[in-house]
């Protein structure tokens, strides 16, 4: 069987338990006698060898079974849990990481030597009291076989006439029709009981390729248990299969047993005679795997995808027409509430949806304009279908920020050790939810951030101590909405910032005059660290302070429509602030006109409008502003910001007051069309020069306004 359709659900699910792992690794390390902590571990690596070795994976494999031994003795207490066997499984998972990493982009997974590795586990292994052979004698259900191979337990080859205790199999009156119509037609019912080997590594796979096999000779009509339960594994090493066929017993034993990790299959043909209709009058056949047969089947993948008992579309076998095709009534499952959908869908679904926003828009402009009052009422109700449905598409993009928060208690349990410091990460907030396209951005920034925090805010252990502060040093990383915001915040009650610092920094590398600095209040001062190049590292470490500051973040951030601030407190810590829109795709937006031109404000960067006289504004070092609540605000006038021919003078300006962090402005235009949801386009590469414009949206009468960039008009 080709394993390569199931390749993106082997390495989801290899990251899944990748990082479960990690957990449960840091778990283990704050508590060493959780025994619950041990078996989920296990449970996870054992797990990841079977899928690894089914994929034909044996690197991958290899490496598992060896932590696997490992994670038995100590679930056993054969072996203690030490801070060596805990960085040696780290290190496993690393490794383990890069190799998954290098089969999703088409690279062998042997580029990582993991020699040594299985090497030091061995040695763990070996290094107590009870010898691994002895270990593996008392538990040969926690071992497996050698990456690779796959083992059949022995078993004597049983002859087809032997004799087996006949099984009971109640039938419905539905199967028992399907049945006889087959008879009629020459064909028969015949019952088989599958069971696999002890050592099979993915139950729910091995029952995929049995089903496969039988619809290659006709039609699997029954399974006990369901099809559900059999692509959950909800059962043991058995399974039952009522099947038509025009064929004969011995080629659905041969079709089953070519299949590797079958231990036996056991047939009866259905005879619906007298009373004993619901179970096999004659006596079964069974066949077992010789001991030295071989496994000749490729593996399938990790969780196979269901396959329909009876799909409608196929002929009916027995000639049952509708009645074989209604045979096998699937049942609701409430094993699994979630699937799993191509993020290339979510966005085709999603401009779809853009599409449709903008034609209701385009709709209600024609019923204004031609007062058609029907298609009004219509498209009343339409604005709430549309609603509902782009709130539906939004919520299906969610995903909760745990996502990215997972990977960081192990970069701060590492970060830590290196730098010989003690910190204790915090976690709030993991299940609020950001758009899909801001999740798989907001990873570099925050992790930035925790590095910084962790190199330069947290003192070491003697220097908290001599300032009276806990040894342990706090770090937190807490997700919180805000209105149509998500607040990202990373605390820690380090050192702070000294704002002096960062002015004398700022001087000597000359991007700002001695007198610029002294100028600035201490909030400014500080912000100076997200500006390009800037730094405060004595040193280029692998921890932070490469040279680059914080700029880097500051970009990120602001090129998702978000901001990033800064609040500190010399030897009371500091809080990073990052805002973030929940979506990027559908925004409510303010419609202005500059001449002849629409252009769009994103209503979460507007505080307010007015509207002013000439007279009302004033000039201040050059710079125009306006007073308003006794607060300065500059002026932006769009006419010349655009470089647009001035037409004529007005006795009245419109002018929408924006923020971008703390910086405020008045954007000068000549008229207010009126709040709008606008859908974002992206401007594509021929336009990604003008930076003062984060994208375009398409209005409902078909003419192109460009989305202002406050962030970028305000810097």
Do not use: W
């Not at 030490?82 to 997974?109: H, R, W, Y």
């Not at 000639?319 to 499952?333: D, H, I, L, T």
């Not at 500059?594 to 252009?599: I, R």
């Amino acid at each position: 069987m080709e394993t390569n359709q199931y390749m993106d659900m082997f390495l989801d699910e290899s990251h899944e338990h990748l990082q479960s792992l990690n957990d449960g690794l840091l778990g283990l390390e704050d508590n060493a006698e959780d025994l619950s902590i041990l078996n989920e571990i296990f449970r996870n690596a054992h797990t990841l060898k079977g899928m690894s070795a089914t994929m034909g994976y044996n690197k991958i494999a290899e490496l598992t079974h060896e932590m696997e031994d490992v994670l038995d003795m100590l679930r056993k207490e054969q072996l203690k849990v030490s801070g060596d066997i805990i960085d040696t499984l780290f290190k496993c998972i690393d490794s383990l990481e890069q190799m998954i990493n290098n089969v999703a982009n088409g690279d062998p997974e042997d580029l990582i030597d993991v020699s040594d590795l299985v090497a030091k586990l061995s040695s763990i292994m070996h290094g107590d009291a009870t010898p691994a052979a002895s270990k593996k004698a008392e538990a040969p259900a926690a071992t497996a076989a050698p990456a690779g191979e796959t083992t059949v337990t022995a078993a004597t080859a049983v002859a087809p006439d032997t004799a087996a205790t006949d099984i009971v199999f109640d039938l419905t009156d539905t199967e028992k029709n399907i049945i006889a119509e087959a008879i009629k037609n020459g064909m028969r019912g015949v019952y088989l009981k599958v069971t696999l080997a002890e050592s099979c590594l993915l139950k729910s796979a091995r029952s995929y390729m049995v089903m496969n096999a039988l619809e290659e000779l006709g039609e699997v009509i029954r399974t006990i248990p369901p099809a559900e339960d059999l692509e959950q594994e909800n059962f043991e090493h058995s399974f039952e299969v009522v099947l038509i066929t025009a064929g004969e017993e011995e080629a659905v034993q041969e079709a089953v047993m070519g299949i590797s990790e079958i231990e036996k299959a056991e047939t009866q043909i259905i005879s619906l005679g007298g009373e004993s209709s619901s179970k096999a009058a004659s006596a079964p056949t069974t066949a077992k795997k010789p001991a030295a047969a071989p496994a000749t089947a490729p593996a399938p993948a990790p969780a196979p995808v269901h396959k329909p008992s009876a799909p409608a579309n196929k002929p009916a076998a027995a000639g049952g027409g509708q009645a074989a095709a209604n045979a096998a009534p699937q049942k609701k499952s409430h094993a699994g509430q979630s699937v799993r959908v191509d993020i290339e869908k979510l966005d085709t679904l999603m401009n779809l949806m853009g599409e449709l926003v903008i034609n209701k828009v385009r709709l209600e402009q024609i019923g204004q304009t031609h007062r058609l009052s029907e298609l009004t009422e219509t498209l009343e109700q339409m604005d709430r279908v549309t609603t509902d449905l782009q709130n539906i598409v939004m919520k299906v993009r969610m995903v909760p920020v745990s996502q990215v928060f997972n990977r960081f208690p192990r970069m701060v349990r590492d970060v830590t050790k290196e730098l010989n410091k003690e910190i204790n990460l915090t976690i709030e907030g993991e299940d609020t939810e950001l758009d899909r396209t801001v999740i798989d951005e907001i990873g570099d920034p925050i992790m930035h951030l925790l590095r910084n925090s962790l190199d330069h805010g947290i003192e070491m252990p003697d220097e908290r101590e001599a300032k009276g502060k806990p040894r342990i040093g706090e770090v937190g990383l807490i997700a919180r909405h805000e209105g149509n915001n998500v607040v990202i915040m990373v605390t820690d009650d380090g050192k702070g910032i000294d704002a002096d610092v960062i002015r004398r920094k700022a001087v000597e590398k000359g991007i700002f005059t001695q007198e610029e600095v002294d100028a600035m209040e201490d909030a400014d001062a500080v912000r100076i660290v997200f500006l390009p190049g800037f730094s405060t590292a004595e040193k280029i470490s692998d921890i932070s302070g490469r040279g680059v500051g914080m700029d880097v973040v500051r970009s990120k951030i602001e090129s998702l429509s978000g901001q990033v601030d800064v609040e500190t407190h010399v030897n009371e810590g500091s809080v990073f602030k990052i805002k973030l829109p929940l979506t990027l795709a559908i925004i409510q937006a303010m419609l202005v006109q500059v001449q002849e031109e629409m252009y769009a404000i994103p209503l979460a960067s507007i505080d307010s409008t007015l509207s002013v006289q000439p007279s009302d504004i004033s000039t201040v070092q050059n710079n125009e502003v306006i007073v308003l609540r006794g607060e300065i605000i500059p002026i932006i006038r769009m006419e010349e910001t655009l470089m647009v021919p001035h037409v004529k003078d007005t006795s009245e300006l419109f002018v929408v007051v924006v923020h971008a962090g703390e910086a405020k402005a008045g954007i000068v235009v000549d008229k207010l069309i009126g709040q709008q949801e606008i859908v974002i386009k992206t401007l594509g590469n021929l336009f990604m020069g003008l930076k003062m414009f984060s994208g375009a949206t398409v209005l409902g009468d078909g003419r192109v306004a460009l989305i202002l960039d406050v962030a970028t008009m305000l810097n």
